[in-house]
């Protein structure tokens, strides 16, 4: 069981000796680049091809069984990928060029700012407004964020003391919860720091500790789908919805997790929090299933293993939380260690070739396997962290 812990220093000795910090950022920074320009005229021969404006169809999200690239609507929730990826890139490059385009690709998604039908405004609007903010901040992106930041939290249901994630399947489900929505969380305590007003913050440490109380199991893997009664606030059913089963743990899942809480960690400083990263982080790499690579199946418990996908996003979500673990402990560098190797199969094995694959950056991921869609394909969001992470690195080498 603790065979990989145990066998990771040599493996990364063996493996990165040689290799001067930070040629596989400023490497991958290279080929992203490149890439990303591609992708620029990948979607607008497709908008020109269906005849929609870029209001339409703003962002590129994965490529299709076909081999199609496809485009969604500013309310799909991988909308705000796309722009975060172009806000970094300025931030490593510090090219205007870059900062033009994160702008053009941010400012199509403003009408999110109204938004109440999703808990996913955390990804859609942080990653790109808040970003765009981060790195050029203006009075107009304050406002936008905090508008949007209201339209999150109308979601809140103090009964429940969580935000509700999902409005469909409501024959199901009366107030799903889902994992996932641990990641939206970090726009809520930026609104607190940026406008003054606590009740973003406590909403979110609600959320946090609701989620930490009915989410996981004894092994510290997570449910995918909690489902709560909105009269009582108790819990009616503990479900999947992309995972094997009910009770498998589905990858990406786990990184969502993990990274929502090192983030409210960071934010609160509340040792739970940091316990419970470091608890996901064990079952991750202390699972038998894990292959050598640390690029996990879809699910841990998927049937077939070792004949099933695998899913790139988890590892890329996981490799960005655990460099910023790796600041918060004493045993930080074996988590670096781990994202390192991560980076290094990452770039080693599952990039695409240059100028392929509509311009993304990563192949294998799995989207939704049990509704048969998105499987072993590029997605957006596996890139998004794979950028995210490799800045985290650069900073943490440069120290
Ligand atoms: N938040 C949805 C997903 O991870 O697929």
Not at 9 to 17: D, M
Request: glycine fraction near 6%; aromatic fraction near 14%; proline fraction near 5%.
């Amino acid at each position: 069981m603790k065979k990989v812990w145990l066998l990771l220093p040599l493996f990364l000795f063996g493996s990165c000796a040689g290799n001067k910090s930070g040629d596989i950022v400023k490497e991958n920074f290279d080929f992203a680049g490149k890439q990303l320009k591609f992708a620029f005229t990948e979607v607008e021969r497709v908008r020109a091809e269906l005849g929609k404006t870029p209001e339409e169809l703003p962002s590129p999200r994965n490529i299709q069984a076909d081999d199609s690239l496809r485009l969604v609507r500013a309310k799909d929730w991988c909308s705000g990928f796309f722009p975060g990826e172009l806000w970094y890139m300025y931030e490593y490059t510090k090219d205007d060029y870059w900062k033009e385009k994160a702008i053009e690709y941010t400012n199509l998604l403003e009408p999110l700012k109204s938004y109440k039908g999703t808990h996913d405004l955390g990804f859609m609007m942080y990653c790109s407004f808040g970003n765009g903010y981060r790195l050029n901040p203006t009075e107009h992106y304050r406002e936008v964020l905090i508008e949007g930041a209201n339209s999150l939290i109308s979601r809140f249901n103090p009964t429940v003391g969580c935000i509700r994630s999902w409005d469909h399947n409501g024959d199901k489900w009366q107030f799903p919860v889902i994992i996932d929505n641990m990641m939206n969380l970090e726009f809520l305590f930026w609104a607190s720091k940026i406008s003054g007003d606590p009740v973003y913050r406590n909403i979110a440490i609600k959320h946090a500790d609701t989620t930490l109380k009915n989410h996981f199991r004894n092994d510290n893997s997570s449910y995918h789908v909690i489902d709560y009664d909105t009269i009582t606030g108790d819990v009616r059913n503990k479900h999947t919805h992309q995972g094997y089963a009910h009770e498998s743990a589905w990858a990406r899942g786990q990184a969502w997790g993990l990274y929502g809480y090192v983030m409210c960690y960071r934010e609160t400083k509340d040792k739970r929090y940091l316990d419970q990263a470091e608890k996901i982080a064990a079952f991750i790499f202390n699972h038998p299933n894990l292959p050598e690579d640390l690029i996990p199946y879809w699910d841990f418990n998927a049937p077939e293993i070792p004949n099933e996908p695998r899913d790139v996003s988890a590892s890329t979500i996981t490799a960005s939380a655990l460099y910023e673990l790796s600041g918060y402990v004493n045993n930080g560098q074996e988590y670096k260690e781990k994202a390192d190797i991560i980076l290094k199969n990452l770039t080693k094995s599952y990039r695409v070739p240059l100028h392929g694959q509509h311009g993304f950056l990563l192949n294998s991921s799995t989207g939704h396997k049990p509704h048969g869609s998105e499987i072993n394909v590029p997605i957006v969001y596996a890139d998004y962290y794979y950028i995210e992470a490799l800045m985290r690195k650069n900073k943490i080498d440069k120290k």
